[in-house]
């Protein structure tokens, strides 16, 4: 797909209009700025030409979570250790504390799991993870980067003060191994946030959120390769949920903004309680802590999903491969947020940005 062919996530079709403005939000971005001018300028000239684009570039939509998929950019595996150093200060700067150990953690296990399964060795790694750059970093003029590889991809957009982090996938599998002597648990987080907004619901309420309580190995609707997907609304509104079934869903919701750079992750909550009436809940599965369950979240702004899945290798040996016909696992978990009606990648912005700079 093309980033002029963009749309973004709709209902049916047709983009909800003047949901978004260009504004200040008084949240510097200055750090983030001179983070990436810093690992930019780290760069050989050549590694730095093969990973910057322009601001409006299909490369934009060009990210996947599998880990074969063929990348662009510079790979942190074949840079120095300095030059990478300046690459994490770049995801501490964009992201949250927890935001940037949820990453690395992503990309240990992905390491464990080359290990585990003696392949890859190319893509399985901690390495295998690339940044570019669309447009130049600037307090002022519109940029962003993408940091992606197996299991992670995180779109960052930036003008002036206001950022948009949509969209951005975290997966894992597993979500539990021990690598290099430390223990890492992934998703627990998004599960057990995911459990408290549908245990508080009433069995009347439950009835209308859940659709089935079987699960297939993959429900992701909104993934790779899906920027233009028509979702329609299911489950619940948060204008039938007490105060407290609200703040739980607004605490789900956190989980998730909560990756972004506390600041910004503040001004997107505000923009994400606008609509809270109209701010669906939708569950597939289960609802044991163990379960492998499937969850939407889905308002005007704002989309997640998270989805337990079907091993694809992990935990299959001997029984074949799972894929989306095996048995979903809390061992193999997708997660995804969006930014509906033209939001992601911040396209809306740049768009008005445009529209008001011409």
Same mark, same amino acid.
């Given at each position: ?8 996530v709709t209902t049916d079709g047709k983009i909800v209009d003047d ?6 939000? $008084? ?8 983070? @990436?001018?810093?690992?930019? +300028? ?7 030409? !093969? ?5 409006? =570039? +299909? ?10 998929? #063929? ?13 990478? =150093? ?28 080359? $290990? ?42 930036? %003008?002036? +003060? ?23 648990? /992934?998703?627990?987080? #998004? ?28 429900? /992701?609707?909104a993934g790779a390769g899906q920027d233009n997907v028509q979702l ?5 509104? @948060?204008? #039938? ?9 607004? +605490? ?11 600041? *910004? @992750? ?7 309680? /606008? *609509? ?13 802590? !163990? !379960? ?5 979240? *889905? ?12 091993? /694809?290798?992990? &935990?299959?040996? &001997? ?22 009606? &033209?939001?992601?990648?911040?396209? =809306?912005?740049?768009? %008005?940005?445009?529209?008001? $700079? *011409?």
């Amino acid at each position: 797909m093309k980033y002029a062919d963009f749309k973004g996530v709709t209902t049916d079709g047709k983009i909800v209009d003047d949901l978004y403005s260009v504004h200040a939000t $008084d949240v510097s971005t200055d750090g983030v700025v001179q983070a @990436a001018q810093a690992f930019l +300028d780290g760069l050989s000239t050549k590694e730095r030409t !093969s990973a910057t684009f322009d601001v409006d =570039d +299909d490369e934009w939509l060009a990210w996947s979570n599998v880990d074969g998929y #063929e990348r662009k950019g510079v790979r942190m595996g074949d840079i120095t250790t300095k030059q990478r =150093d300046l690459g994490y200060a770049l995801l501490g700067a964009a992201l949250s504390a927890d935001g940037l150990v949820q990453t690395r953690n992503i990309m240990k296990l992905n390491a464990y799991l080359g $290990d585990y399964s003696g392949g890859g060795r190319e893509t399985l790694t901690e390495g295998a993870y690339f940044f570019t750059f669309m447009g130049t970093p600037s307090t002022s003029k519109p940029w962003g980067f993408q940091y992606e590889g197996h299991h992670v991809a995180i779109n960052y957009f930036v %003008l002036g +003060d206001q950022v948009v982090m949509t969209p951005t996938f975290m997966g894992s599998e597993p979500t539990s191994a021990t690598y290099q002597g430390e223990k890492i648990t /992934l998703f627990k987080k #998004e599960t057990n946030a995911g459990l408290t907004v549908l245990r508080s619901l009433t069995a009347a309420q439950r009835a209308k959120v859940i659709s089935s309580d079987k699960k297939s190995g993959d429900n /992701l609707k909104a993934g790779a390769g899906q920027d233009n997907v028509q979702l329609a609304y299911q489950g619940l509104a @948060a204008k #039938e949920f007490t105060a407290a079934q609200r703040t739980a869903l607004l +605490d789900l919701v956190r989980v998730y903004v909560g990756n972004l750079n506390d600041g *910004h @992750a503040d001004v997107k909550m505000k923009e994400v309680e /606008l *609509h809270l009436d109209d701010t669906y809940f939708y569950w597939i599965g289960a609802s044991k802590d !163990s !379960s492998a369950f499937y969850y939407r979240v *889905h308002s005007p702004v704002v989309l997640i999903e998270y989805d337990a899945q079907s091993p /694809l290798a992990y &935990g299959t040996k &001997g029984g074949g491969m799972g894929g989306p016909n095996g048995t979903p696992t809390q061992q193999h978990i997708h997660t995804i947020i969006r930014t509906p009606n &033209g939001g992601d990648y911040g396209v =809306d912005l740049l768009k %008005l940005h445009l529209e008001n $700079d *011409h």
